[in-house]
């Protein structure tokens, strides 16, 4: 199972509008491209989104599926992967002082990628979400800054020391 948490200089509501907005989970998901509705309001249990994943000349389309929701802390999603099967990734954002606990927790859930499942995908998810984190981060800090992370003097704030690293 692999789980990977980030500190993100950003609150739980900026980070959960974000993950709430379906439209930017080619943003900083690793992998998808070509994102687009499926059925459903995403992040509303049911609800997916369909997006290609490019290998190459070759394109996967796949899904993603919101399985559980609690709105502004909690999405747990299952991702369709073709012959490989599906995965359960969940995401749960906790605050942290001003700042946002990002946690992922994915592993295989059907089919093939459970079968496959060894160290060595293990370290490739982690490298992924390594990515992925770090993407979010990007974006939300990003935001948060446009918004209010100046001080009065017109000075970037600046990062609480060994913040945004996990």
Known sequence: MAIR????????QAVWEVLADGDRYVEWV??????SPARGQWPRVGSAIAYEVC?????LSNETVVRHCVDGS????????GRLGTARIAVELRPWGEYCLVIVDEHPLRGAGGLLHNAG?????????RAMLAR???????????RCGRDPAGRAA?????????
Request: one cysteine or more.
């Open 55 to 59: 290998l190459g000349p070759v394109r």
């Open 121 to 129: 995908v293990e370290l490739l998810i982690q490298l992924r979400h």
């Open 74 to 81: 909690e999405l747990e999603l299952e991702a369709h992967a």
């Open 5 to 12: 948490h980030r500190l993100i200089q950003a609150s739980p």
């Open 158 to 166: 600046e990062p609480a020391p060994g913040a945004g690293r996990a």
């Open 30 to 35: 690793v992998g998808p491209s070509a994102v």
């Open 136 to 146: 979010l981060a990007k974006l939300c800090e990003s935001e948060a800054g446009d």
